[in-house]
Nanobody
């Protein structure tokens, strides 16, 4: 099970760090990712880290501003979000990567409950 936390209200230009902690039985998987869903929009890929070589992927909209990282000892993945913009406002979800297209929702399972990020202008 995944637990996302760290969301909140921040002004444009500010920063937040999200955490995605795994607990319970660990299923075989290839990594973990963050997605987000803004009101009235589809859930979209944000960032992923693939185990093994530690390959990292970002959506173009967050490159240079967001950083995904992991703490193996805590079985936790983080998303450091800097230079936040109002368009980053969304519920952020983490999920387990089961393989395939890293940017596609169908490649993920065990979605956490989400954490709300609100960026004011």
């Amino acid at each position: 099970q995944l637990q996302a936390s760290g969301g909140g209200l921040v002004q444009a230009g500010g920063s937040l760090r999200l955490s995605c902690a795994a607990s319970g039985r660990t299923v075989s998987n290839y990594g973990r990712a963050w997605f987000r869903q803004a009101p009235g929009k589809e859930r979209e890929f944000v960032a992923a880290v693939v185990w093994g070589r530690g390959t990292i992927y970002y959506a173009d909209s967050v490159k240079g501003r967001f950083t995904i990282s992991r703490d193996n000892a805590k079985n936790t993945v983080y998303l450091q979000m800097n230079s936040l913009k109002p368009e980053d406002t969304a519920v952020y979800y983490c999920a387990v990567f089961l393989g395939g297209d890293y940017s596609a929702r169908r490649s993920y399972d065990y979605w956490g409950q989400g954490t709300l990020v609100t960026v004011s202008s």
